[in-house]
């Protein structure tokens, strides 16, 4: 019954995206809906293909993604903002690989309200009800492909032409797969809080710089977010077969920090970033991840510019919920370098990653592993 209900709701939001422009902007429809676009319709597309070689386990294949962008204001007070996702994957893989399964999906990165508290656009706290987006809300390395019902409160503290500084507030449910969670009769509801501040600072034209600190607590953490983690490096515990129960808490803090520098010209600049996670609950050498990124890139010429993203993360097994982990700021229990080389245009760019982890502490279900990840990337395509 739950998953015939997800699914209507699934495709009854894939609906209201084709059908509530239409109705809105056609003049010979009586049905009169208080909606104005906030901007054009637009969609990102993906293309790429992987390999990854982890030991016993062989994967490779291609994969598609398109999403779709959608926001409207409602009766010049309320922004609607619905975000469906559609995302295919083929190929071949050799025994089981707990990293990237051949799996298709269909799900709503974001579906929500977002209500402001008073009538100052520019400086108004607001409240968003729904499906949130993870990757704008909530700490950075919670997986930016997950998006979790929620209520937020997001509250400017300084609004300057040069500074900014808000602060967030969030009570969400960590979800198993889409917007549902699998468990069993035993399982209590898990939960997320968060509570974060975030800065933006911008020096000069050239140099611009973000700082933010993020607390989260996750409670009553489902049976089969368990057995989905102990393969990517949690400590769990194998109850029985159909039962798997967390041996720690994951409550702690994390720091992030970014900063963008170009020339005058903008012929070529560097980003930075750094992330550090701490579980506080968890005693030292398993608690805590860190992630670096320093990516210099250059105009090549009128048309294409060249992005260079050298990465490194080391991530104990139980800094964050492993299932909920972004893979872009690392995985559990591993040691990553990688490189990214991106060539963009203003309309598509095409990308190629090289991989490599170890595992810092030896478990029966991780192996060292060496990926490859190509990609062709269409954004901003309006319609």
Request: charged share 15%.
């Amino acid at each position: 019954m739950i998953k015939t209900l997800q699914l209507f709701f699934k495709g009854l939001s894939t609906t209201l995206i084709i059908a509530i422009p239409a109705m809105a902007e056609s003049e010979s429809s009586n049905l009169k809906l208080p909606l104005k676009k906030l901007a054009p319709l637009h969609f990102d597309f993906h293309l790429g293909a992987y390999n990854t070689k982890e030991t016993t386990y062989r994967s490779s294949g291609v994969t598609s993604k398109v999403t779709l962008y959608s926001k409207f204001l409602i009766d010049d007070s309320f922004i609607l903002t619905i975000t469906p996702v559609a995302s295919f994957i083929s190929g071949q893989q050799v025994s089981r690989d707990p990293e990237s399964p051949l799996t298709n999906s269909l799900y709503l990165k974001e579906a929500n309200i977002a209500i402001p508290l008073s009538d100052d656009k520019d400086n108004s706290s607001q409240i968003t009800i729904g499906a949130l987006d993870q990757k704008n809300h909530l700490p950075g390395a919670i997986g930016y492909t997950k998006s979790f019902p929620g209520v937020l409160l997001s509250s400017p503290v300084l609004n300057t032409e040069n500074f900014k500084q808000a602060i967030n507030l969030n009570y969400a449910i960590p979800t198993s797969s889409g917007l549902a969670n699998s468990s069993n009769e035993l399982d209590n509801s898990a939960t997320l809080i968060t509570a974060g501040m975030l800065t933006k600072q911008i020096w000069h034209p050239q140099f611009q710089s973000s700082i933010g600190a993020n607390y989260y607590a996750f409670n009553n953490l489902t049976s089969k977010m368990a057995s989905d983690s102990l393969s990517k490096g949690n400590s769990v515990q194998r109850v029985n077969s159909d039962s798997h129960l967390f041996l720690n808490q994951y409550r702690g803090y994390e720091l992030t920090s970014q900063f963008s520098w170009n020339n005058e010209q903008n012929t070529w600049g560097i980003n930075s970033k750094i992330n550090y996670l701490n579980n506080t609950e968890v005693k030292k050498d398993k608690n805590d991840g860190l992630f670096l990124s320093v990516a210099p890139h250059m105009q090549l010429n009128a048309k294409y510019r060249l992005y260079t993203n050298l990465k490194y993360s080391k991530v104990e097994s139980d800094a964050m919920v492993a299932v909920f982990m972004d893979n872009a700021y690392g995985r559990t229990n591993r040691e990553t370098n990688s490189i990214e080389l991106k060539l963009e245009s203003q309309s598509y760019a095409f990308e190629i990653e090289f991989s490599s982890s170890k595992i810092i502490k030896t478990n029966p279900f991780q192996n060292k592993d060496q990926s490859i990840f190509l990609s062709l990337e269409l954004n901003n395509v309006a319609f």
